[in-house]
C-alpha cells in the first residue's frame, strides 16, 4: 500500500512552497523539451513559454 504525507497546521516553513516548486520544474522541463525537439527559436517552444507565462508561472 502507499502512503500519504499529512499537513497539519502547525506553521511548518516550507510546505506552501511545495506546490509552487513542482510547477516551476514543470515549466522548465517541458521548455527545455521543447526546446530540445524544434529549437529555442520555434514557434513550439515560443508557445510553451507563453502557455505557462498565461497561467503565470514564469
Do not use: C, H
Amino acid at each position: 500500500m502507499g502512503s500519504t504525507a499529512s499537513f497539519a497546521a502547525t506553521g511548518e516553513p516550507g510546505a506552501l512552497g511545495e506546490g509552487s516548486a513542482d510547477y516551476a520544474a514543470a515549466r522548465t522541463a517541458t521548455i527545455q523539451s521543447a526546446i530540445e525537439l524544434y529549437g529555442a527559436s520555434s514557434a513550439e517552444a515560443t508557445r510553451v513559454a507563453a502557455a505557462w507565462k498565461a497561467v503565470n508561472v514564469g
